[in-house]
Nanobody, 121 residues
């Protein structure tokens, strides 16, 4: 499956953004989906994941209660709604697809190129 993420941009702290990840060349509903992020000089970290049906989600503690992952299996798209943004959320965000939802990037076999989110204070 090919993935294309979009929706990043510059926001002030406290603002909101919604990232989208459109999938093509595969059966989207057969993949678990996740979002990861990588800040400058840091390792890539797990943000959120959802199962194939979109009825089970997991979040990193740092985004729990502020971010929501969802998916639309008709539109072949996964989303990450980010509310109450903080400067520490500044990073390049990647969507990923895999056979099983999990917090490790080793579970995911397809990756999008990423979209940059910058949060100013």
């Amino acid at each position: 499956v090919q993935l294309q993420a979009s929706g990043g941009g510059l926001k002030q702290a406290g603002g909101s953004l919604r990232l989208s990840c459109v999938a093509s060349e595969g059966i989207f509903s057969s993949y678990a989906m996740a979002w990861f992020r990588q800040a400058a000089g840091k390792e890539r970290e797990f943000v959120a994941s959802t199962n194939r049906a979109g009825d089970a989600m997991a979040y990193a503690a740092s985004v729990e209660g502020r971010f929501t992952i969802s998916r639309d299996n008709v539109k072949n798209t996964a989303y990450l709604q980010m509310n109450n943004l903080d400067p520490t959320d500044t990073a390049k965000y990647y969507c990923a697809a895999g056979s099983t939802p999990g917090r490790s990037d080793r579970w995911y076999t397809s990756w999008g190129r990423g979209t940059v989110v910058t949060v100013s204070s």
